[in-house]
């Protein structure tokens, strides 16, 4: 079984534990559950936990009122099956914020939020989940209990998965069902004093957004090539230029490639050019400036790299054809810091 506190702390010598809560331990309600997603993968920025109830039923429901303060008190969520153990804090402070009908969590730095108001919870976990699923499938059945503030515990348990593969556990509609026992306790942490202090540091921003698509002919800011795109991208994104393949790379590990929209059209970017120096300018749409060909029938072909929007990873890389698809066809441009 692996075992994992996931706890971001600031002071030498002291590490958040999970350990008793504040006060006495609540209650566990068991609620129904809309959704609950594991994905597992050899990358592990890349791996997520989500988990979500639109339980409005009583008396086992989601309430705003019951929330107890977790701006104030924190919260936690303890994911775990036969095989894992996960337990992630969310600290009080100034990631949360009080709407008057319901509590919000959002830490854009470390990829976490967590919603909670009259019949809605949703948990969003994108940044050290060490929840295997690789060694360890078929799971069969994952528990959640998410505890916010020092009141009710939710329970949300699904044992009928669609797919219990060694990359992804997913269910939807998984009835109100009590919780298999825990195998640690995970509640909002106190304090203690350790000799090890651990610190989860997420990935620097690489990408800081995309131009809208164009052919292998770039001619933006009326100019061609990647002199244009570099001013294009400095100018929407100040201190950015034309994104590399490298670079597009360490945005998918970044996680900057995640539901990525163009500027000024708002599109939605599926694809990438594959910006490469060092291939050959054949390989690049490139004649006389980089990338201002547009068609092929000289034997110049572009390369481009799919990106699935929903997840934020990029496919493979692509080499164009002699029918010259890849120069005349169209492609979006990041920009990168």
Same mark, same amino acid.
């Given at each position: ?7 971001? &702390?600031? %002071? ?14 609540? /209650? ?30 009583? $008396? ?10 977790? =701006?104030?008190?924190?919260?936690? &969520? ?27 969590? *959002? ?15 949703? &948990? ?6 060490? #929840?295997?699923?690789?060694?360890? %499938?078929?799971?069969? /059945? ?35 069902? $009590?919780?298999?026992?825990? $195998? ?12 090890? +202090? ?13 131009? *809208?698509?164009?052919?292998?002919? #770039? *001619? ?15 100018? *929407? #994104? ?14 998918? +590990? ?10 000024? =059209? ?9 910006? !490469? ?31 699935? !929007?929903?997840?934020?990873?990029? =496919? ?5 054809? $002699? ?5 005349? =066809? ?8």
């Amino acid at each position: 079984m692996s075992k994992v506190w996931l706890s971001v &702390v600031a %002071a030498t010598g002291l590490a958040a534990v999970c350990a008793a809560p504040y006060g006495a331990q609540a /209650a566990d309600t068991s609620i129904t559950t809309k959704k609950l997603v594991v994905k597992d993968n050899a990358n592990a920025a890349k791996r997520q936990l989500q988990v979500s109830s639109t339980d409005g039923t009583d $008396p086992a429901a989601v309430h705003y009122a019951d929330a107890g303060d977790p =701006g104030t008190n924190g919260a936690s &969520v303890h994911a775990y099956s036969t095989t894992d153990d996960i337990c992630v804090v969310l600290h009080p402070g100034a990631n949360w914020k009080d709407t008057g009908s319901k509590w919000k969590y *959002n830490d854009k730095v470390a990829k976490r939020s967590l919603q909670i108001g009259d019949g809605k919870l949703l &948990v969003k976990i994108k940044s050290g989940v060490a #929840f295997t699923l690789a060694d360890d %499938a078929p799971q069969d /059945a994952v528990n959640v209990i998410v505890q916010t503030g020092t009141t009710t515990r939710y329970c949300m348990r699904c044992s009928a998965p669609s797919k219990d593969t060694v990359k992804i556990f997913t269910q939807a509609a998984c009835a109100d069902a $009590p919780c298999d026992a825990e $195998p640690s306790v995970c509640d909002p942490t106190v304090t203690t004093t350790t000799t090890t +202090t651990t610190t989860l540091t997420p990935p620097a921003q690489v990408l800081l957004g995309a131009l *809208n698509a164009t052919t292998g002919r #770039f *001619n933006y800011n009326a100019t061609l090539g990647l002199t244009g795109s570099d001013a294009a991208c400095s100018s *929407n #994104f100040p201190g950015s230029h034309t994104c590399t393949y490298a670079e597009l790379q360490a945005a998918e +590990t970044s996680g900057d490639l995640l539901g990525l929209k163009s500027t000024p =059209g708002n599109q939605t970017v599926t694809s990438f050019w594959a910006i !490469n120096s060092l291939e050959p300018d054949n390989l690049q749409c490139h004649t006389t400036i980089p990338w201002d060909y547009a068609t092929a029938h000289t034997g110049h072909f572009g390369e481009k790299v799919s990106l699935d !929007n929903g997840t934020g990873a990029l =496919g493979t890389l692509q080499v164009g054809q $002699p029918d010259g698809a890849f120069c005349s =066809g169209s492609s979006w441009v990041g920009c990168c810091h």
